[in-house]
């Protein structure tokens, strides 16, 4: 069992950063990838980025790249997203998630993830 959770969202203006970050329980936080997903008011929720096991690769959602980016250290079983040059589409809330998975993979699909984190709000105001 895993436990994940989320911290670090707010309310911030259109062009700001904020920095989200994700708590571990497991010991074993090495083993699993690790992903952020997004839900709007009224949306279904969304992928936004993902890391493998070793922190070596990552994948976003083309609305994010460059923008975004997805981090870990391992040692303190931490998952990060740094957001940079925030609209206010990127409002909602915002997931962490883990999959055991294979070493190089980067899952981008719900059904991939076998534990979510509660959510932590991100408002992002015009």
């Known amino acids: 069992q895993v436990q994940l959770v989320e911290s670090g969202g707010g309310l911030v203006q259109a062009g700001g950063s904020l920095r989200l970050s994700c708590a571990a329980s497991a010991r074993t936080f090495s083993s699993y990838a690790m992903g952020w997903f997004r839900q709007a008011p009224g949306k279904e929720r969304e992928f936004v980025a993902a890391i493998n096991l070793t922190g070596s690769r990552t994948n976003y959602a083309d609305s994010v790249k460059g923008r975004f980016t997805i981090s870990r250290d391992n040692a303190k079983n931490t998952l990060f997203l740094q957001m940079n040059s925030l609209k206010t589409e990127d409002t909602g809330v915002y997931f962490c998630?883990?999959?055991?998975?294979?070493?190089?993979?980067?899952?981008?699909?719900?059904?991939?993830?076998?534990?979510w984190g509660q959510g932590t709000q991100v408002t992002v105001s015009s």
């Open positions: 998630s883990a999959a055991r998975t294979m070493t190089w993979v980067t899952p981008a699909v719900e059904s991939e993830y076998d534990y």
